[in-house]
């Protein structure tokens, strides 16, 4: 099992910045391929940016590329989502997952945090 908690979430005005934290314990974080997603209100749930195992690999969605980052320290478990530029669009809840192997498909991650909500006003 590995849990997952998300923090880092809250208001800001479109054009600003929010950096989320996904605190990682369980088993070994460096086997896990971590992601974010987002669900907007009646929206599913849409992947965000992915990481690979050492960091060497990073994927976007297009709607974030060049807006957001997507980092990991595995000394400290931890995957990191730096949010620029932010447009009332980014509303949503913001999960971290875990999976063990590269994919943007939110149903084949394995873990999931209880997410964390970002609001983005005009």
């Known amino acids: 099992q590995v849990q997952l908690v998300e923090s880092g979430g809250g208001l800001v005005q479109a054009g600003g910045s929010l950096r989320l934290s996904c605190a990682a314990s369980g088993r070994t974080f460096s086997n896990y391929v971590m992601g974010w997603f987002r669900q907007a209100p009646g929206k599913e749930r849409e992947f965000v940016a992915g990481i690979s195992w050492s960091g060497s690999r990073t994927d976007y969605a297009d709607a974030v590329k060049g807006r957001f980052t997507i980092s990991r320290d595995n000394a400290k478990n931890t995957v990191t989502l730096q949010m620029n530029r932010l447009k009332p669009e980014d509303t949503a809840v913001y999960y971290c997952?875990?999976?063990?192997?590269?994919?943007?498909?939110?149903?084949?991650?394995?873990?999931w945090g209880q997410g964390t909500q970002v609001t983005v006003s005009s």
């Open positions: 997952a875990a999976n063990t192997a590269v994919t943007t498909r939110a149903y084949l991650y394995d873990y």
